[in-house]
């Protein structure tokens, strides 16, 4: 058994656009930007969407959304999610980026939320001899 959420909506953006982005969907959403200078290739956007953390990600590839799903077995709902039809892409770090059917990108990251609110939030799953 183990518990999975969707944390975090990222703005993927061209590295050389992903300022100009960021502002814009600051003053779009009504959200205070957030420079992360321990992970520069994000930039936050405070209370953008209730509930999630929401953040422009300069990216060396072309514009999209991708969200991340946040579990505490990242293993386990990676499985879960290759036989609802994902195929994996890559692995980085201890999170692993999908292709959901229809060709959207996820990421499993392992939980990076407040513990109390993880668990508020979390769905739980069977597991797989379930």
Do not use: K
């Not at 960021?22 to 009504?30: D, E, I, K, R, T």
């Not at 956007?45 to 946040?70: F, I, N, S, W």
């Amino acid at each position: 058994m183990h518990r999975s959420r969707l944390s975090t909506l990222l703005i993927d953006a061209p590295s050389a656009a992903a300022e100009r982005s960021a502002q814009f969907w600051s003053a779009a959403l009504g959200a205070r930007v957030e420079h992360q200078p321990e992970e520069p290739q994000y930039t936050g956007l405070r209370g953008a969407v209730p509930g999630l953390v929401t953040a422009v990600q300069a990216v060396d590839d072309e514009p999209r959304y991708h969200v991340d799903l946040e579990t505490d077995d990242v293993d386990a709902e990676v499985a879960r999610l290759l036989a609802l039809g994902a195929v994996e892409v890559s692995a980085w770090q201890g999170c692993r980026t999908l292709r959901a059917p229809g060709g959207h990108l996820l990421c499993v990251i392992p939980v990076h939320s407040d513990p109390e609110e993880f668990a508020a939030h979390a769905r739980t799953w069977p597991g797989p001899s379930a």
